[in-house]
């Protein structure tokens, strides 16, 4: 990155990309310097391939309300699993902001804007395939503020963490409720919140897998891989076991990243 500051405009070159104030209208002779990265974030804005990465992110998201919608009018399964189905599909958008390189500020704006959206469908019918599960909980919000933070926390220098957390958050505790709900046999009760014993065996066992096989991605086939996905599946699970009215959708992202983060210092 160069920058230049002729008394009359200031540049800030990134990647190709220019980014031009102009000083001339308004009379000042210095312009105060930026963090590089708000610049880095700006130049990749200006990249002519980055619609068309937004437009493939969007485009899983709109396939999956879609399939959301057209189950709830076709009435072939519960609300339940209709909610189940945006919770996981949507929450692998994750890997196609990864893939793709998405800037935070993408996705830091789309977790802003869909939290807004949410708190609306609690008064207003935005999202009738989604809240209409019988019980009084904000998960969606949560769920939607989640990984706004993942990414403004982690994305810049670690992505793979907030990655982790959110496929936690929408595989592990996505699928433990299905199995829990359906095939739940076992329950047990902490502080007045009902689970069962099937359903928090399904939130480790997927946790652990998600949270293996994004570490051994980015960090290859390390023992200390495993044992760090063992330590992180059994800290979500507890999570998922203590909260109610839908915050897991925010302890059990942010705590199995954090975690994830932590301990993997003391490995690479």
């Known amino acids: 990155m160069t920058a230049v500051n002729d008394g009359c405009e200031w540049r800030c070159c990134s990647g190709g990309n220019k980014i031009l ?3 001339k209208n308004i009379g000042l002779q ?10 880095d974030e700006l130049a990749q804005l200006t990249e002519p391939t980055l619609w068309l990465q937004i437009g493939l992110a969007a485009a ?8 959301a919608f057209s189950l709830q009018a076709w009435k072939v399964v519960e609300p339940e699993v209709i909610r189940k189905v945006v919770h996981i599909g949507t929450g692998n958008v994750i890997l196609f902001a990864w893939w793709l390189k998405l800037p935070a500020a993408v996705g830091i704006g789309a977790s802003v804007l869909f939290s807004l959206v949410t708190l609306l469908s609690y008064r207003l019918p935005l999202l009738p395939g989604i809240n209409s599960v019988g019980r009084k909980s904000l998960g969606t919000f949560f769920y939607a503020v989640s ?6 926390c982690f ?3 670690a992505p793979q963490f907030a990655v982790l957390g959110v496929l936690v958050m929408t595989w592990g505790d996505g699928f433990a409720a299905l199995i829990g709900q359906r095939w739940g046999r076992h329950p047990y009760s902490l502080g007045g919140i009902q689970k069962s014993w099937e359903g928090s065996l399904t939130m480790l066992i997927v946790s652990s897998l998600v949270s293996s096989l994004v570490l051994l991605a980015v960090y290859g086939n390390l023992w200390q891989i495993w044992l760090v996905a063992i330590l992180v599946a059994v800290a979500a699970a507890l999570l998922e076991a203590f909260s109610k009215l839908g915050i ?3 302890t059990v992202p942010l705590g199995s990243a ?11």
């Open 21 to 23: 104030y102009s000083m």
């Open 30 to 39: 210095d312009l105060p310097l930026f963090d590089e990265l708000v610049f």
């Open 60 to 67: 899983w998201v709109g396939f999956v309300v879609l399939l």
């Open 147 to 152: 990984i706004g933070v993942l990414i403004a």
């Open 155 to 157: 994305w810049q220098t």
């Open 248 to 250: 897991d959708n925010l």
């Open 258 to 268: 954090g975690l994830a983060f932590w301990l993997m210092q003391f490995v690479v």
